[in-house]
């Protein structure tokens, strides 16, 4: 394994949640989400050579895998077959919860999965606890911009978080 290799696999086993949590937002079946959590990683490593690190692993990773689950939501084709043995060692694991925190989590998930794409990455985003300036520079909008529409996207999460039982 080259040192390249090794570095873009620690770097993904590091930030493997943040994937794991846009896969579980973007698609509900669990097979689905194993795809895009493929998929997000292939992507990943196709782009890693094109890393300059001029800004943190963690915000080029957060670009890719959202522009990842956008396209691969519209997409007819969902599966994208990888034979690399490095790449399939990341596996998503549900992670130990109580009942009522499992719950809530599902309830969420639910909501969220009624999004559109765009209010899914503005949510995601939100809960990273990314800054509306953050936010605008990853959408390519304006600050003021991005603050209205996350003010709308946690508006129409809580309308919907309400119709859920």
């Known amino acids: 394994m080259s040192a390249t290799e090794k570095e873009f696999l620690e770097k993904m ?23 895009l959590f493929q998929e997000i990683t ?6 890693y050579p094109s890393f300059r690190g ?18 691969f939501l519209k997409s007819e084709k969902k599966r994208s077959f990888i034979k690399t043995d490095e790449i399939e060692n990341f596996q998503i ?15 969420m998930y639910d909501a969220i999965h009624q999004l559109n794409p765009i209010d899914k990455a503005l949510i995601f985003y939100y809960l990273e606890n990314y800054s509306g300036k953050e936010i605008a520079q990853q959408l390519g909008i304006s ?4 603050r209205v529409k996350m003010n709308r996207a946690k508006e129409k999460l809580k ?4 119709k859920i039982p």
């Open 13 to 35: 086993e590091q930030h493997k949640g943040v994937v794991f949590k846009i896969s579980k937002m973007y698609m509900d079946n669990y097979d689905d989400q194993k795809d």
């Open 93 to 107: 694991k549900n992670e130990d919860y109580d009942d009522d925190e499992e719950q809530n989590l599902k309830k």
């Open 159 to 162: 309308h919907l978080l309400k």
């Open 42 to 47: 292939y992507q990943v490593w196709k782009a």
């Open 143 to 146: 600050e003021v911009n991005a």
């Open 54 to 71: 001029e800004s943190q692993f963690s915000t080029w990773l957060y670009r890719i895998a959202l522009n990842t689950a956008i396209v």
